[in-house]
C-alpha cells in the first residue's frame, strides 16, 4: 500500500504545481505554451479553473497517507473528481469548437476538426489519464466500496 | 386519548421494534463522499468546482448553438428573406415586423420576427436548455441539499436558512418559478428577503446567455457585482425588516446514480414553461420598444432621465430604450445594450442597471401573486438599491480611473 500513498502524494504535488502554475499564468495575463502543455491565462479557465486544480492537489496530498483507509481513499477519489471536472469541462469546450465551421460553411473540415483535438492540452487534461489510477484502486481495494478498518495496522 | 410523554416514548420503542430492522452499518465510499461535500473545509472547495464546470458547461453548450449555428440560420438567411419579401420598406409595420431595412445582423434589425425570434430561440433556449440540464442533474444527483447545507450558515447572516439556495439558484434559470420557490421559506419576513433578492440581483437563465454572447469578458466582473449586491442588500433588509428566520432540519438525501426518465421529465416540465411565458414577452417586448421609438416616447423619456442616466449613473442617455424594454424581458434589453457605442466600463454598469432596475412582467406578476402587497415593500427598496448601487458603480469606475 505505500506504494500507492507514494504515488498520490507525487500526484497531488504535481497536481497542486499545476494549479499554482494556472493562478501565476492568469496573473500575469499571459498565455504560456511549453511543448504539449498550454497554461490558459483568462480570468474563468486560468483563475476559477486554476483554483479548482490547487483544490484537487490539495485533496490528493491530504488522502495520500494511509490511502486504503476509506476516508482517506475519499480524499483521493474528490481528488480525481475534480480533474475528471476540469479535464471534461476543457474537452467538452474542445468538442464544441471543433464541429462548427465558422466562416467557411456549417461544419467544420476533417483536418479542421482533428486539428482541434492536436496538442497543446491544458494541465488538467494531461493530468487525467494519471487521475485514472483510483478507479482500479477503488476496484482493488475496496470492491464493494464497502469501509475497511485501518490496514496500516493489521 | 392523551399520553404522557414517557407513554408516548414507550410506544416509539414498541413500534420501532416491530418495523425496524438493526443490522451492523457499513459507511461505503459514496457515504464518505457525501461527507466531504457537506463539511465546509472539504465542501465549499467541492462547490467552488462544481459551479465552475456549470458555467464551463453552460457556456461551451450555449456558444455551440448560438455561435455555431443559429447566428448563421438567421443572419445568412432568415434576415435577409424578411427583408426581401416584407412589403413596405421603411414603412411602420415594415419597422416593426422586420426592423432595420439595412441592418445586416440580427442583434441590430431589432424587428418582431427577426431580432425577437433570434433572442428567443437563437440565444436564449440552448442557455435555458443547458441550464435546466445540469441543474435538474444536480438535483437528481443528491448534491443540492448538500450545496444547501454548505450554504446555511452563509445564508443565515442575510436572514434565511441553506435552502434558500434552491429559489436562487432556480431564480438563474427563470425568476418566475424562483419567486414560486420561496414557498419553502417559512417566514413572512424570510419569504420577502428572498423575493426582494431574487427580483433585484438574480439574473435569469436568458440574461446570461445573451452576456455570454454579448459581453463575455466581462460577464465575470458583472456576476460579481451581483453577488455582492445580494449579500449586502440581503444583510441589511436582514436588520431592518422585522420578523423571525428559524433553524431548520434539512434532509439530505445520500448520493445517487440519477434515472434518466426523470432527469427527462423535469427537463421537459421545465423547458414548457420557457416556450410558453419567454417567447411571446420577447416578441411582445420588442413590439413595445418598437411602438415607444416610432412616437418619440423612448426618445423622450431619455431626454428626461438624461441627468440621472449621464451624471448619477455615468452610463450614455441612449441605455433608457433597454431598461424600457427590460421590463418585458430582460434578456432583450441586453441584446439592445450591445448596439449602443459606450465603454466597456458603462457597458458593465449598464448591464447590472438593467439587471437590478425592475424584474421582468412575468417575475412581476409572480411577485404580485407570491407577495400580495409586501410587493410594494419590494419596489420601494428595489428603487433605493437601484439608486444607491448604480451611483456606486460609479463611484468606483471613476475611482479605478475606467469610468
Same mark, same amino acid.
Given at each position: ?53 490547487? %483544490?484537487?492537489?490539495? %485533496? ?24 475528471? !471536472?476540469?479535464?471534461?469541462?476543457? !474537452? ?39 487521475? !485514472? ?22 | ?169 432556480? +431564480? ?47 460577464? +465575470? ?183
Amino acid at each position: 500500500m505505500k506504494g500507492n500513498s507514494i504515488y498520490f502524494a507525487l500526484l497531488g504535488a504535481v497536481t497542486l504545481a499545476c494549479g499554482l502554475a494556472d493562478l501565476i499564468v492568469t496573473v500575469s495575463r499571459g498565455v504560456y505554451i511549453w511543448g504539449i502543455v498550454e497554461i490558459p491565462g483568462e480570468m474563468f479557465r486560468g483563475g476559477w479553473g486554476g483554483l479548482v486544480v490547487i %483544490f484537487a492537489g490539495l %485533496f490528493y496530498l491530504s488522502g495520500s497517507k494511509n490511502v486504503s483507509e476509506i476516508h482517506q481513499l475519499s480524499k483521493v477519489v474528490m481528488g480525481s473528481i475534480l480533474i475528471w !471536472l476540469m479535464a471534461g469541462c476543457d !474537452l467538452l469546450a474542445r468538442i464544441t469548437e471543433s464541429i462548427p465551421g465558422g466562416d467557411e460553411g456549417w461544419f467544420n473540415s476533417i483536418d479542421g476538426f482533428f486539428g482541434t483535438y492536436a496538442p497543446p492540452y491544458t494541465p488538467a487534461m494531461l493530468l487525467l489519464p494519471f487521475s !485514472l489510477v483510483v478507479i482500479y484502486h477503488i476496484h482493488k481495494v475496496h470492491p464493494q466500496g464497502q469501509a475497511i478498518e485501518d490496514e496500516s495496522t493489521n | 386519548m392523551k399520553l404522557t410523554a414517557d407513554e408516548r416514548w414507550n410506544l416509539i420503542d414498541e413500534i420501532s421494534k416491530e418495523t425496524v430492522s438493526f443490522g451492523e452499518y457499513h459507511e461505503t465510499l459514496i457515504d464518505v463522499i457525501g461527507e466531504i461535500t457537506v463539511k465546509p473545509m472539504t465542501g465549499i472547495p467541492v462547490a467552488i468546482a462544481a459551479l465552475y464546470a456549470f458555467w464551463s458547461i453552460f457556456s461551451s453548450f450555449a456558444g455551440f448553438f448560438t455561435d455555431g449555428f443559429f447566428v448563421k440560420i438567421f443572419d445568412e438567411y432568415w434576415l435577409p428573406w424578411w427583408q426581401s419579401h416584407f412589403p413596405g420598406v421603411g414603412g411602420w409595420l415594415y419597422y416593426i415586423i422586420v426592423g432595420d431595412p439595412t441592418a445586416d445582423n440580427c442583434f441590430e434589425a431589432f424587428g418582431m420576427l427577426t431580432s425577437g425570434l433570434f433572442v428567443a430561440i437563437g440565444i436564449v433556449l440552448p442557455a435555458v436548455l443547458i441550464f435546466y440540464l445540469t441543474l435538474t442533474l444536480l438535483e437528481d444527483v443528491g448534491y443540492l441539499p448538500r450545496l444547501a447545507v454548505l450554504m446555511d450558515a452563509v445564508l443565515h447572516k442575510i436572514g434565511l436558512h441553506g435552502y434558500a439556495i434552491v429559489p436562487t439558484i432556480l +431564480g438563474l434559470g427563470c425568476n418566475v418559478p424562483g419567486v414560486a420557490a420561496t414557498r419553502i421559506l417559512e417566514t413572512r419576513k424570510e419569504r420577502f428577503v428572498m423575493m426582494t433578492l431574487l427580483a433585484i440581483f438574480v439574473p435569469c437563465g436568458a440574461q446570461l446567455g445573451i452576456m455570454n454572447d454579448v459581453i463575455p469578458e466581462t460577464m +465575470g466582473l458583472v456576476l460579481l457585482y451581483l453577488m455582492i449586491g445580494y449579500f449586502i442588500t440581503g444583510f441589511i433588509l436582514n436588520k431592518i425588516i422585522p420578523g423571525k428566520s428559524p433553524e431548520i432540519l434539512m434532509d439530505v438525501p445520500p448520493l445517487q446514480k440519477p434515472l434518466l426518465s426523470n432527469l427527462a421529465l423535469k427537463i421537459w416540465m421545465r423547458m414548457k414553461g420557457f416556450f410558453t411565458d419567454a417567447i411571446p414577452y420577447v416578441l411582445l417586448g420588442v413590439l413595445l420598444v418598437n411602438v415607444l421609438y416610432l412616437v418619440g416616447f423612448i426618445q423622450w423619456l431619455g431626454g428626461a432621465l438624461s441627468p440621472v442616466f449621464v451624471h448619477w449613473f455615468g452610463v450614455p442617455e441612449e441605455t433608457t430604450g433597454p431598461l424600457i424594454a427590460a421590463f418585458l424581458r430582460k434578456d432583450l434589453a441586453v441584446a439592445q445594450l450591445s448596439v449602443i457605442e459606450m465603454t466597456w466600463y458603462q457597458m458593465v454598469t449598464s448591464v447590472v442597471l438593467v439587471t437590478i432596475y425592475f424584474p421582468c412582467l412575468a417575475t412581476f406578476m409572480m411577485l404580485l401573486k407570491e407577495g400580495g402587497k409586501e410587493l410594494l415593500g419590494s419596489l420601494a427598496v428595489l428603487i433605493a438599491v437601484v439608486t444607491l448601487f448604480g451611483g456606486l458603480l460609479h463611484l468606483i469606475g471613476i475611482l479605478a480611473g475606467v469610468a
